[in-house]
């Protein structure tokens, strides 16, 4: 068969080659793709008589091989097959087969790639493949080193409502599991590995605050006039802008002071006087009646409120006597 006629059979093979079948579709896999420099296409001339690469994998009589990189002896892939694929090649065949990840040996890994991949008990920062639109993790020069995101996936971690690793996303706080892996500060809130969330990831907005917010919290010596949560629900003090500053109630108590009933710091409350404790702190005005944080009287909260004199009292001091 002279070249001629043999350009013009692989002409019209490729005219009736298309991409629309997807059983054929789902036939391509890595090794004939990268070893072979094959893809599997449909083709119905191959109803008619066949030819080479019909057949593909005995698995469907119109399915067949077809080249996108190499020199074969299949017909040239059409270009839709390489676009799905996001490979370059098919319709002008590339003179020599691209690296493929099955001898992966001239990747360097570095140790702190960031394809995250989970295998072996613990975390590992691989890199992302070189080739367009493959999603795997390059942990190493071995074929199996390779890993898809399927791999890469972190055991199922049971997560607990009430866990305590606070992060905020979503909108709201949401209270995960820490992770069980020595070493690693992320928050676990679900089975999938976008899930474990990063100390900056569980970050909530920026919150402006107030020197003269009206969430005492009691911390680093001192009380802090906070912002309450802008939440609902969350009553914790906003003290600053880190994720640390975000006090709990407990977080934001006094330490303890020993109450004494004869204090010099007289509160009214409940009905009657209390003789409190000054507030051992300086220019902490407040009288300490005990040992909660509500216990901790501003002198406006110790004040004794003013009764209104009786009406009869009232009449007796505007009464005008005559003589």
Not at 51 to 74: E, L, P, V, Y
Not at 82 to 98: E, F, H, M, Q, V
Request: hydrophobic share 20%.
């Amino acid at each position: 068969m002279n070249v001629a006629l043999l350009f013009a059979l692989f002409a019209a093979v490729g005219a009736e080659m298309s991409c629309s079948n997807d059983f054929c579709n789902s036939l391509n896999n890595d090794h004939d793709m990268y070893k072979f420099g094959q893809l599997v296409v449909e083709d119905e001339s191959c109803l008619d008589g066949g030819g080479i690469g019909c057949n593909a994998q005995g698995k469907s009589k119109i399915c067949r091989f077809c080249t996108w990189q190499g020199d074969h002896k299949t017909p040239t892939c059409p270009q839709c097959a390489c676009d799905r694929l996001n490979l370059t090649g098919c319709g002008s065949l590339a003179a020599s087969p691209t690296p493929a990840p099955s001898t992966p040996a001239s990747v360097e890994v570095n140790a702190e790639g960031s394809c995250r991949c989970y295998y072996g008990d613990g975390w590992h920062n691989c890199n992302h493949s070189p080739f367009a639109g493959d999603k795997r993790c390059v942990c190493g020069p071995k074929k199996s080193d390779w890993k898809t995101p399927e791999q890469c996936e972190p055991p199922n971690v049971e997560v607990n409502a009430e866990g305590s690793c606070p992060c905020y996303y979503g909108d709201k706080w949401h209270y995960c599991n820490h992770s069980p892996f020595k070493g690693d500060t992320r928050c676990v809130c679900g089975p999938k590995k976008s899930d474990w969330k990063t100390p900056e990831q569980c970050e909530p907005p920026n919150v402006e605050v107030n020197a003269e917010g009206s969430c005492p919290c009691y911390y680093g010596d001192k009380w802090h006039y906070c912002n309450h949560s802008p939440f609902k629900g969350d009553k914790r003090c906003v003290c600053g802008p880190k994720k640390s500053d975000w006090k709990t109630p407990e977080q934001c108590e006094p330490p303890n002071v020993e109450v004494n009933a004869k204090g010099s710091c007289p509160c009214y409350y409940g009905g009657k006087t209390h003789h409190c404790n000054h507030s051992p702190f300086k220019g902490d005005t407040r009288c300490v009646c005990g040992p909660k944080r509500s216990d901790w009287k501003t002198q406006e909260e110790c004040q004794k409120p003013v009764s209104s004199p009786p009406a009869e009292m009232a009449f007796n001091t505007t009464s005008v006597v005559l003589v």
